[in-house]
Every structure is written in structure tokens, then in C-alpha cells.
């Protein structure tokens, strides 16, 4: 069956500018997660939603960041006036359950100019 | 706040030879403990699990023995392969009502033939 699949895969953008990335995630998986990964560091934990509800942003960085999941399916991470040091991987994982086993896609690099 | 400590590498090690990567942790209550993999070129893949005290997760030859007296979850393999070349990052599930994952810095493993 298909994996987690992230677009685009790759997005270069200029500072200020608003970008969205998108997060398809395993049929059937109620639990989405939203992690960013910088160059040579660990994913870091942004957003997770149980089914469309956010069940515990507190990884989002400031107000400029904003993640919804309106259908409890697909999830689509926004990001307002991009910075320069928003550049990273941004990388999308789903589970059945909540505390199940968790499925990255390919991940989402983001550069901004 | 829960957190995840890994030992810096890069590590090298020719064919055949033992590995061990460390890692400690630091939680509150009882956490889940993860290995994961990131082959290049392919996105994060569990490799191996604990969810209690003195278990052991084993897959493809890693084992990994959770050890609450010494909050270490150390990944170890008796004879590595070329083809086990990748980064590797441990991490812990708090035992809170949360699904997030908090993750190591990543060690890199190169094996040469």
C-alpha cells in the first residue's frame, strides 16, 4: 500500500513569502504528526492532530506557523512570511492510534532566500 | 523536559566489525524508547522498540536493551555491513498523554568495506 507521501519535495521560496506543504497521509491512520528537521540535527516535533483536532501544538514555533487537517485525512502545514531560518526538512508522519507505531514520508526541504 | 542524548559521530568502522552507538535519556514517568533509520536518499524507518524497562528490542541483527537505571537505550549490532551505512536516531515516546516523539541529534554510521 502507498506510504506518506509529502509535497512538494522540494520548495525554494524568498523571505516574507507564504508557503504551504502538504501531507497525505496512510489510509485509515487517525493520528497525523508534523516534525522539522535541520541540517545535522534530530527531527524536532511541531503539531500532531487525532483525527482533525490539533491534540498538542506546542512545538510550533510562533504564530507564523499554522497546520490544519480539516477532513481528519490530508494536512496542510502553513507558513506565513518565511524567514531564513525556517529552512529545513519538513517531515510528515502518521499512525494508526496515537501512540502506535509512527510512518515518515519523504519529507518536504524548504529553502528560503 | 523529556530529552534524548546521542553520542556524536560520525562513526567508522570497517566490515564485520561490533557497534555500538550510546544513548541517554531523560523523562519523567515511563517513556517508550525508538531507533530510527535514515538509509540515504529514503525517509526516517523504525528500526527497533522498547516500551518497558529491561526489554529488548531487536531487528536486522541491532538490539537495543531499555535500562531505567542508567536511562540508556544503546544500539548495538556484532557485525555491521556495508549496507547498515546511514543515520541512526534514538528516540523516547513520553509516558504523558502525548503522541509526540522526542528525538536525538542523529549519529552517523559509515561502514567501509
Known amino acids: 500500500g502507498a506510504g506518506v507521501s509529502q509535497t512538494p519535495s522540494n520548495k525554494v521560496t524568498e523571505k516574507g513569502k507564504y508557503v504551504e506543504l502538504r501531507c497525505d497521509p496512510i489510509s485509515g491512520h487517525t493520528a497525523l504528526y508534523w516534525y522539522r528537521q535541520s541540517l545535522g540535527q534530530g527531527p524536532e516535533f511541531l503539531i500532531y492532530f487525532q483525527g482533525t483536532g490539533a491534540a498538542d501544538d506546542s512545538g510550533l514555533p510562533n504564530d507564523r506557523f499554522f497546520a490544519v487537517r480539516p477532513e481528519g485525512s490530508v494536512s496542510t502545514l502553513k507558513i506565513q512570511r518565511t524567514e531564513r531560518g525556517d529552512s529545513a526538512v519538513y517531515l510528515c508522519?502518521?499512525?494508526?492510534?496515537?501512540?502506535?507505531?509512527?510512518?515518515f514520508g519523504p519529507g518536504t526541504r524548504l529553502t528560503v532566500l | 523536559g523529556n530529552s534524548v542524548t546521542q553520542m556524536e559521530g560520525p562513526v567508522t568502522l570497517s566490515e564485520e566489525a561490533f557497534l555500538t552507538i550510546n544513548c541517554t535519556y531523560t523523562?519523567?514517568?515511563?517513556?517508550?524508547l525508538f531507533w530510527y533509520v535514515q538509509y540515504p536518499g529514503e525517509g526516517l524507518q523504525l528500526l527497533l522498540k522498547a516500551t518497558k524497562a529491561d526489554d529488548k528490542g531487536s531487528n536486522k541483527g541491532f538490539e537495543a536493551t531499555y535500562r531505567k537505571e542508567t536511562t540508556s537505550f544503546h544500539l548495538e549490532k556484532g557485525s555491521v555491513q556495508v549496507s547498515d551505512s546511514a543515520v541512526y536516531f534514538c528516540?523516547?515516546?513520553?509516558?504523558?498523554?502525548?503522541?509526540?516523539?522526542?528525538f536525538g541529534q542523529g549519529t552517523t554510521l559509515q561502514v567501509k568495506p
Open positions: 508522519a502518521s499512525s494508526f492510534l496515537e501512540y502506535n507505531e509512527q510512518f
Open positions: 523523562a519523567t514517568g515511563y517513556p517508550s
Open positions: 528516540a523516547l515516546h513520553g509516558s504523558g498523554n502525548t503522541g509526540k516523539l522526542i
